[in-house]
């Protein structure tokens, strides 16, 4: 969601490449220095060079001051620009700790910082030539039990942060909190677009224990990612915001988060009846005892390189293939590479997973056999000899098929709204919902949740219209073709006049002087700019409204071309000039925000696709034209995915496939690049191919927070570039995974009955879906357009499928395939694309020997009758449909009751 009135000017400028103002204007900034200045900077710091990097560390609090790759000085990975503002109590740095104690025998936890008073530490002198500087830090924490001694240190060139805690008392303690803050420059307040990629990074982690790491990422993507990884007794077993941190969090500003090594305290306190991803654990210490805990850190030559680097670094390595979304009907693998042997492997919840030993690969890879049998999170535990723990994370859901069905119906039961007295003319639709009161959104202080149109508002009634291009249902079509003729067109969207196919915020409105007694709740505050009145309702200036809009007319376009009596109240061309005229539209009528890329952006390229396929060529050179226009503006800029949002995850999608389209392939690949820094592969379902969002709680959701949301739109929206990518590199492994994973976060969050939430809460006082339907709709549009069957030779892993099951014998390679629409196949070995516009692929057989491609076919979709299937493939790859004919749109009309057929190879 983004409709936002507030500081619009600074948003506007940024959005520009404009800085708006300097921190020196800023209230909050201006109120922190009536603070006195604590951490010491006028007392100096200390330089030191390591094999990567450049440190500076304060001589006052020995914290980092500076932390710059040695091969780019001028890089800094902490918040350099922010160190004279942050100097005062409570800021976090890179060197502090957090921890929490109780004594053998009491209740209450007591929580110790070094960030909450500064004190001059006490230096430690050392002859120990690895250690560059240590002190005792036990003053810094208050009134703690025990002594903190903080060291750092380079090991073998790389920079290792260890803390030492001595009991020198004579009563035995309990460390139930431990927590190393991870202060690296995500704070992109006041910045443009260029000087964000060049100064920021982006921070994604890998929950995983002894296993566990944090990934640390140029905005742009390039050179090398900082890896920080467990050294000594610092398994990554949570991960924590540090809002306690006074840095104000916003649509700029995510937040900084610690590295919890122990986490019992906070599960007994402020998480107390939440799940946790791993087993909240503490440590003792016996009086006069100590324990030392430790990270490292270490720099991959790219984000690619990150796995590589993990086992040069001996770091146990796993690979899903397909990812961490594990549908009820598919069979996966897990891939594990570690210099140390497994002891054993356990499954949390118990027989969540069945997990069944293979063959290793040759590259002393060893490979199990996953399947699901219980909807719901699971965990795999796994053992070494060594005694560390390495944990997997899996999100088991049902068949994709079976997702998407349940989502169909929620939404045109469940969510269906029928009310022909509705006030704001929004009967009938498909409408907002909240999960928790098991009720519809008819009333909100922020106008577009109830009103039909922005992201929250729109997502519902789109995912409900998207879900039909997949899997159509008469039932559900025949409801979503009332709310398209009756209140989507004509009332959501203009259908005549001056603003003919304009586009409103909202049907919903706040505006009681001019409704009836009674209309709104006396118990909303509509006190707010987002309560916005019936002007405000109605413009018509925001692009992001209009991909929505053409996607549904684009859909009922496919369902009139493709279904027999399915759509029969108007011609197919009737939708279609209607997605034409919207995307037109968009440029016209909403110009300033559609300078950047739309969110479903990818649309307006299937239309101009399917106008030159059906012959509306003058349509079609007038839209690709205005779409040339945008293009060309974004080849003029170093980063060319501005947004109505200072930052921004949303248009790259549309970018990129445009500038793929007209050959700017250095935007495309910068557009990429972007997108790998913020998408990562990581073995957790939930941060895995999860792009990211952390502002649209507010904007979308019920629990209203900066947040990092997990697989929000986002995820499956930006896997349309990644997988489009792929399959123009076809040896790019990794695309595929990052993709894959993006395009299965759609249906991650989906519940058991069908209901589509915003995105899952990855607070660990939370982690929970969020209450309302929110954007949802926007990421499923990507799974909708994008899922695919992906078959793979991978020189190390061998014969693997994504969203498909693969057998293997000496001379085929067979595969079931299991999205939900069985529409699309990419064959990897021989590059070759299948897509049906109608019909269903059960199954694909290679011949490994004669390169034959044997498909068979489902005479129904979803139960529903066709006439003829629809075949295309990209005869580049070599093959052919021998005996067919192609039609006029350059596709194959498969005769009715073909049931399989055979491609060859030229």
């Known amino acids: 969601m983004k409709s936002i009135s507030i500081s619009c000017l600074v948003i506007c400028l940024f959005a520009l490449g404009l800085p708006s103002k300097s921190f020196s204007q800023n209230p909050f900034w201006e109120e922190i220095k009536k603070q006195p200045a604590t951490l010491g900077i006028n007392k100096g710091s200390q330089d030191f060079n390591l094999k990567n990097f450049n440190i500076s560390i304060l001589n006052s609090s020995q914290t980092a001051s500076s932390l710059k790759l040695k ?460 309560a916005w009145p019936k002007k405000e309702a109605n413009n018509i200036g925001r692009s992001y409204n209009y991909p929505h809009v053409a996607a549904a007319h684009w859909v009922l376009y496919k369902l009139s071309k493709n279904y027999t009596n399915l759509v029969p109240e108007e011609d197919w061309s009737t939708y279609l000039k209607r997605a034409y005229h919207t995307t037109m539209a968009m440029v016209e009528k909403a110009p300033y925000y559609a300078q950047f890329g739309q969110m479903e952006g990818s649309v307006f390229l299937f239309i101009l696709e399917d106008l030159k396929r059906e012959g509306l060529l003058t349509e079609a050179n007038l839209l690709e034209a205005k779409m040339r226009k945008r293009a060309e503006h974004w080849r003029t800029l170093n980063y060319p995915f501005g947004s109505e949002m200072p930052w921004d995850s949303t248009g790259q999608e549309e970018v990129y496939m445009w500038s793929k389209y007209f050959g700017f392939d250095d935007k495309a690949s910068v557009t990429l690049n972007a997108i790998l820094a913020y998408m990562p592969t990581l073995p957790h379902w939930g941060y895995n191919g999860s792009a990211r969002r952390y502002w649209d709680f507010v904007y979308g959701g019920k629990l209203s927070r900066i947040e990092r949301q997990l697989h929000h739109y986002g995820s499956a929206l930006n896997s349309i570039p990644v997988l489009n990518e792929y399959r123009n590199n076809p040896s790019d492994f990794y695309l595929l995974r990052v993709g894959h994973a993006g395009m299965m976060g759609a249906l991650a969050n989906v519940t058991e009955d069908g209901f589509g939430p915003a995105a899952f809460h990855s607070y660990p006082s939370t982690l929970a879906n969020d209450g309302i339907s929110g954007d949802y709709g926007s990421g499923f549009y990507g799974y909708a357009v994008n899922s695919g069957t992906y078959i793979v030779k991978h020189p190390e892993f061998k014969w693997i499928a994504f969203s498909g099951n693969l057998s293997q014998n000496s001379n085929n390679i067979d595969v079931e395939i299991t999205t939900a629409s069985k529409a699309r196949i990419f064959l990897a070995e021989e590059n070759l694309w299948l897509t049906t516009d109608i019909g269903e692929i059960n199954n694909l057989r290679y011949d490994l020997k004669t390169k034959d491609v044997i498909l068979t076919f489902n005479s129904k979709v979803n139960n529903i009758e066709i006439e003829h299937i629809i075949l295309s493939l990209n005869e580049e790859s070599g093959y052919k449909l021998h005996g067919f004919e192609k039609n006029s749109n350059g596709k194959y009309t498969l005769p009715k009751g073909t049931t399989s057929l055979i491609l060859k190879k030229i």
């Open 71 to 530: 091969s780019e000085n001028n890089f800094d990975y902490t918040p350099d620009e922010l160190l004279n503002k942050r100097d005062r109590n409570k800021f976090y740095h890179f060197g502090d700790i957090n921890i929490t104690i109780k004594a053998e025998g009491t209740t209450v936890w007591k929580s110790f910082s070094s960030s909450t008073k500064r004190i001059d530490v006490k230096p430690i002198h050392t002859e120990n030539k690895q250690t560059l500087a240590a002190s005792d830090i036990s003053a810094s924490l208050g009134e703690i039990p025990v002594q903190v001694n903080r060291y750092w240190q380079n090991i073998n060139g790389d920079l290792v942060l260890k803390f030492e805690i001595i009991n020198t008392s004579n009563q035995k303690y309990e460390i139930g909190g431990l927590g190393i803050p991870m202060i690296f420059n995500n704070n992109l307040d006041w910045k443009n677009l260029d000087t964000a990629h060049m100064d920021n990074v982006f921070f994604d982690p890998y929950i995983g224990k002894d296993a566990g790491y944090l990934q640390v990422n140029r905005l742009h993507g390039n050179g090398p990612s900082l890896l920080v990884l467990p050294y000594e007794n610092a398994g990554f077993e949570a991960y924590n915001p540090l809002n306690s941190d006074p840095t104000p969090r916003s649509i700029t500003f995510e937040g900084f988060h610690e590295w919890l090594i122990h986490s019992k305290a906070l599960a007994e306190t402020d998480w107390k009846g939440v799940e946790q991803w791993n087993t909240p654990t503490s440590s003792f210490l016996k009086p006069g005892e100590k324990k030392s805990f430790a990270v490292r850190l270490v720099l991959a030559p790219s984000i690619k390189e990150i796995e590589n680097e993990l086992i040069r670094q001996q770091k146990p390595v796993v690979v899903g293939a397909p990812g961490y979304v594990l549908p009820l009907d598919n069979t996966a693998k897990l891939f594990i590479k570690s210099s140390k042997k497994i002891k054993s492997i356990q499954v949390y919840p118990n027989q969540a997973l069945s997990i069944t030993k293979e063959k290793d690969t040759p590259n002393k890879w060893v490979t199990y056999q996953i399947i699901g049998n219980k909807w719901g999170k699971a965990r795999l535990e796994i053992n070494y000899q060594d005694g560390s723990l390495q944990t997997v994370h899996y999100k088991i859901i049902k068949a994709e098929k079976d997702v998407v069905n349940d989502l169909g119906n929620f939404l045109t039961t469940k969510q269906w709204y029928e009310n022909p007295s509705d006030l704001f003319g929004r009967s009938p639709s498909v409408i907002s919902y909240d999960y928790e009161t098991k009720t519809h959104i008819t009333q909100e202080k922020r106008a577009w949740y109830a009103g039909l149109s922005d992201e929250a508002g729109a997502a519902s009634w789109l995912a409900a219209i998207m879900k039909q291009l997949l899997l159509p249902d008469v039932n559900e079509v025949n409801k979503l073709k009332r709310f398209a003729n009756e209140t989507l067109y004509g009332r959501i969207q203009h259908k005549e006049g001056k603003n003919k196919y304009g586009v409103v915020k909202s049907l919903f409105y706040y505006e009681p002087d001019s409704m009836p007694v009674g209309t709104y709740s006396k118990d909303i505050n509509y006190k707010t700019w987002s």
